[in-house]
């Protein structure tokens, strides 16, 4: 299999490409014959132009790759390696949704063939790629695991927005269902992983080391916000206290926030879910879940209350929200935590205003209900900065000073322009 990809002899494919199957698909184009495939044509018209619908990748990414654009099943037959990078989003209960993965798994068995590959990336839990995906894929395609084809897993690492740490850079985990197909998998992903790799036992413990790289982050940033809580009673500034306490040697350095995106904001609910399902009721997880999935109220009680105090009548203010995506210098909004901040200010009668650099006003409307002001005012009640954009870095006192009234509040959830807002009253998680 290895020395037939190589040769060009074989191909590999990837199904799903959105932010994370796209820059896969593409390093491996540089090596090897490559089919990409996804269901959404519109994005396959894109990509043949050299365009990336997530506006992740620059046109030359896709110069010197041997790739081939697809939505044909016929077309990603030809292949004898697959990568499923499908998204594993969450429903409205936070219960996992697994119908992108599943519907997946029906395309590869309507196209494996005996002896071909089929690696998992998508994030799921421990035990979902062998006891959810594998059976789809026999049944539909009358083979068997380890006999007729190799099952394997290994989780993405993608970091949208993130150009030092690349696919390249970042050691690769990855698994295989016999020792022969840990071996091969390993070796194909060293093609291009040049951090190089780390063979885990099993799938599930590849699934399960996946799942806790996100939970870990979002338990941490959990504390965090609710220091931010307890120190906002006491009148003391958070980001000062990390600041102190981070001159210790082994003291994490994470910062207070809104908790959004696909991973950090998503993947616990899947370790939750499979534990319920276990009978274990989670208790860590989940109390670091509900503290940062409130904190986009927690900062619309704090604006509504200056506003109230300021402006008397909510419904007379005016507020601005700089920032839309879930977080810096990208385009992404999937489960943007700004948008909860800004339905509770409009649940309170709170005018609204958004701005953002990065994003895209048709699909915020289409995912959030509300658009992309057309223009910036001059008379704002309160400005919310909910994400370091590299473009409000270089925003000053002078600036906000011209965009507000002169009791406004400069609500600055990252802390960015800490000890620089002197001319109007400034608070930060």
Known sequence: MYQELIEKKQKLAVIGLGYVGLPIALEFARKLSVIGFDINA???????????????????????????????LDVLKEATFYIVAVPTPVD?????DLIPVLRASETIGK?????????????????????????????????KNVKDFKLGYSPERINPGDKNHTLASIVKVV????????????????????AGVHKASSIKVAEAAKIIENTQRDLNIALMNELSIIFNKMNINTFEVLEAAGTKWNFLKFQPGLVGGHCIGVDPYYLTHKANELGYKSQVILAGRTINDDMANYVARNIVQHIIKTVGNVKDAKVLVKGATFKENVSDIRNSKVADVVKALQAFYVNVDVEDPYADSEELHHEYGFHLASSIGSSYDAVIVTVP???YNELNDDYFTSITQPHGLIADLKGIYRNKITNRTYWSL
Do not use: W
């Open 92 to 96: 409205e209960h936070k219960v996992p």
């Open 42 to 72: 519109k994005r396959i018209a894109l990509m043949k132009q050299g365009i990336d619908p997530s506006n992740e990748l620059e046109k030359e990414a896709f110069e010197g790759c041997d790739i081939t654009f697809t939505d044909s």
């Open 111 to 143: 196209v494996i063939k005996k002896g071909d590959y089929v690696v998992f990336e998508s994030t799921v839990y421990p035990g979902c790629t062998e006891e959810d995906c594998l059976p789809v894929m026999e049944k539909l395609s009358g083979l």
């Open 175 to 194: 698994s295989g269902c016999d020792e022969e197909s840990l071996n091969t998998i390993a070796k194909v992903y060293e093609l291009v992983v040049k």
């Open 389 to 391: 954009h590299a473009e």
